[in-house]
């Protein structure tokens, strides 16, 4: 079928095109009896209004982005059911752009958006964004634009995290209270604000606590085959941790099975907490002590300021932090459950 | 910083438009010396076309869009792994829509596409969708369509799924193999044709063992809170099942949690597989028994195949089944492990 068009739509009811035009745009210059013969038409006829051509005219596409490194994690996907609420209530439809962890890949998406695709775009940073001109083109365009999690603290707009500093302290403190030792922190960027406020309240807690020959800041990868053999080389040490702090979701798996392939038990062997909203952590063996971010509710409070800079003119991101508190919830991989 | 436009370029050159424009389509018609010139300033004060006008006029946006349930699962997080390597080696975008397993979304989300949003179009359908109107309407706008997973089987297009039926089969006859007499199957859909296949192998599976009182088809819907009473309900039934095929991922937590609440080991009390692509599968509480789709190799072929009509005119997708196997890997909740 081919596509409707309002030259058809003027023919077929001998108008005028512009007629038509108004007509669907319910404007006061036609008549009622008019507007609903073209509104009835336009309905049988299936007339979708192009919509390239009615957002060159009013530069708005009701589509809002959210560029995300990977939807494989959790907090993710949490935080997108967050930002579709919202984004549902004001009628705009979402489109989810996945960098992978990879950079380039992030500043072709970015650079995509600058021409007028999205009236406004909602992110977390690769782990290997280290520079952040991609991230300014954008901004100099006047696309409203929002970060949550991971965060560019360069950029002067609003910005959505949770209290990772004190989260990355109270993880290591429990570990600490739990009678460890060498306790390792595994990251998987050197970049990303949020890792660098984790590793600080890590370094914070052991200094408090005296601890000194502690320290190990592991980075990971993106590659989980290396990640795993990594981790799996640490834990055949004989220096090897008795804590771990994994600030990255995805790293637990690889902990818990190199574990098993070494016959370390968890927690008696060692102990694990980690950063992580997997609704299977209470089945996992042992159940998983976690670091809980409120995903849902980030995603809902970053969705709700970008509408108020995409509803108001008069209203400017600036540069503002929303800090909402993580949650440890303590299982069986730090205590020893009955 | 205000929009670069042609009209900016032409002025500060000196040249037309409609010359600038040439230049940077890089045509015959100007001479290298010029189009040198053009595109120098054009890089320097960072010029990106206007993609709606751009679109306009060629009717490509150079974008892919791929409708899923969720991203919650393990299964779609692969898939569209294997979908964006595709995209990537063709310099496509890819726009990820989630429908949420509401029907309604599901229609909004394609009435869009009808504006020529998207080039393409890869779908999974929800559990809801019992009419497919939007999907023809979408389709006949000659808008390339493939699905993957949960097919429209009323549409004339191409489709990759698993070997559903026989996956069915093969889940419930390994309950029937370990002992089980009582086996019910957990669905969240009454319409989709994946649903129902699977449903179709577990009958014929009951049928050719001569199990006659198990057949219990039990239909959960999309909230995890009435899921979870259900299944307690069911399993505190004292007629309670000593085997459950989940046919989807995300009631396996609910099943685990269930048993745990009620003292019911796994897999001495109850059996359990799933269809499932999750990681951590090997480090639950006891480590689950899967039907593992090929999730990434689905996604990917999925997307071999759209570009395929995308790039060749003369190419058009047919009712065509592509089938992949699924496998069964069998871990702890159904057989002790040492």
């Known amino acids: 079928m081919d596509n409707i068009t309002l030259k058809m739509l003027a023919k077929e009811l001998n108008l005028s095109t512009a007629a038509i035009s108004k007509a669907l745009r319910d404007s006061h210059e036609i008549s009622t009896h008019t507007k609903q013969r073209v509104q009835e038409l336009a309905s049988r006829l299936n007339y979708i209004p192009n919509a390239y051509a009615g957002s060159l005219r009013r530069r708005k596409s009701k589509t809002i982005a959210v560029v995300l490194p990977e939807v494989a994690d959790s907090f993710f996907s949490l935080a997108i059911n967050g930002i579709e609420a919202i984004a549902e209530q004001k009628g705009y439809h979402v489109l989810i752009y996945l960098t992978h962890e990879n950079f380039s890949r992030e500043q072709a998406i970015l650079k995509d958006f600058q021409s007028g695709r999205v009236d406004g775009v909602l992110m977390s940073l690769t782990a290997e964004t280290a520079s952040y001109q991609h991230v300014c083109d954008l901004h100099a365009k006047d696309i409203p634009l929002v970060f949550f999690d991971r965060v560019c603290e360069e950029i002067n707009t609003a910005k959505i995290t949770t209290d990772d500093f004190?989260?990355?302290?109270?993880?290591?403190?429990?570990?600490?209270?739990?009678?460890?030792?060498?306790?390792?922190?595994?990251?998987?960027s050197n970049y990303l604000a949020i890792s660098n406020r984790r590793l600080d309240g890590y370094r914070q807690a052991l200094?408090?606590?005296?601890?000194?020959?502690?320290?190990?800041?592991?980075?990971?990868?993106?590659?989980?085959?290396?990640?795993?053999?990594?981790?799996?080389?640490?834990?055949?040490?004989?220096?090897?941790?008795?804590?771990?702090?994994?600030?990255?979701?995805?790293?637990?798996?690889?902990?818990?099975?190199?574990?098993?392939?070494?016959?370390?038990?968890?927690?008696?062997?060692?102990?694990?907490?980690?950063?992580?909203?997997?609704?299977?952590?209470?089945?996992?063996?042992?159940?998983?002590?976690?670091?809980?971010?409120?995903?849902?509710?980030?995603?809902?409070?970053?969705?709700?300021?970008?509408?108020?800079?995409?509803?108001?003119?008069?209203?400017?991101?600036?540069d503002e932090n929303y800090t909402m508190p993580s949650e440890l919830i303590i299982r069986g991989s730090t205590v020893l459950q009955k």
């Not at 042992?286 to 800079?309: D, H, N």
């Open 207 to 318: 200094k408090d606590n005296n601890i000194k020959n502690s320290p190990i800041n592991i980075y990971c990868g993106n590659d989980n085959a290396v990640n795993y053999r990594f981790i799996q080389r640490i834990m055949s040490d004989k220096e090897r941790p008795d804590g771990i702090v994994a600030t990255v979701e995805k790293l637990t798996t690889d902990v818990y099975l190199v574990c098993k392939e070494l016959q370390l038990s968890i927690p008696q062997d060692l102990k694990i907490v980690s950063f992580s909203n997997l609704s299977s952590a209470d089945i996992l063996n042992p159940s998983l002590t976690t670091i809980t971010q409120p995903a849902f509710e980030m995603g809902k409070a970053a969705a709700v300021i970008l509408f108020k800079a995409l509803e108001k003119k008069s209203f400017t991101l600036r």
């Open 166 to 188: 004190e989260s990355g302290y109270k993880a290591t403190q429990h570990l600490i209270d739990c009678g460890c030792k060498k306790i390792a922190l595994l990251s998987i």
